[in-house]
């Protein structure tokens, strides 16, 4: 594997950073689109059982995206605060997202051959002496 020094990482590591909050973010935003089309198509018919219907859809669709975007806004500030827990977030984050094909596998790659890297070790390690 391709070793990356400290001034390599430390880019990799915002990059990858800025990936996790910004996908995320976007899964969150369309999980509050999609609560509000459904919600609003429902009421728009003036049908009691279609505004139920796509009711009930709209917010458990877009609960779920909300709920699975966060997690991963979550990892990006704590990789972009190089916090232990952010690299340990970031990894079960990328590791769940291997399954959304093509761009959560990309990035879940990347994840991982970013934050296993020799250097992230102390890399992550020495923020904890400077907080």
């Given at each position: 594997m391709n070793q990356l020094n400290e001034q390599q990482l430390q880019q990799h590591v915002t990059v990858l950073g800025w990936l996790h909050i910004v996908g995320n973010a976007i899964m969150f935003l369309l999980g509050c689109f999609v609560f509000a089309l459904l919600w609003g198509i429902g009421a728009a018919t003036g049908d009691p059982e279609a505004t139920?219907?796509?009711?009930?859809?709209?917010?458990?669709?877009?609960?779920?995206?909300?709920?699975?975007?966060?997690?991963?806004?979550?990892?990006?500030?704590?990789?972009?605060?190089?916090?232990?827990?952010?690299?340990?977030?970031?990894?079960?984050?990328?590791?769940?997202?291997?399954?959304?094909?093509?761009?959560?596998?990309?990035?879940?790659?990347?994840?991982?051959?970013?934050?296993?890297?020799?250097?992230?070790?102390?890399?992550?390690?020495?923020s904890l002496s400077s907080t």
């Open positions: 139920t219907i796509l009711g009930i859809v709209g917010t458990t669709v877009g609960a779920l995206l909300v709920v699975l975007g966060i997690p991963g806004i979550v990892a990006g500030y704590g990789l972009l605060r190089r916090r232990t827990w952010g690299r340990i977030l970031a990894m079960v984050v990328g590791f769940l997202g291997l399954v959304n094909f093509p761009l959560g596998t990309a990035i879940g790659i990347y994840t991982f051959w970013v934050l296993l890297q020799e250097a992230a070790t102390g890399y992550f390690a020495s």
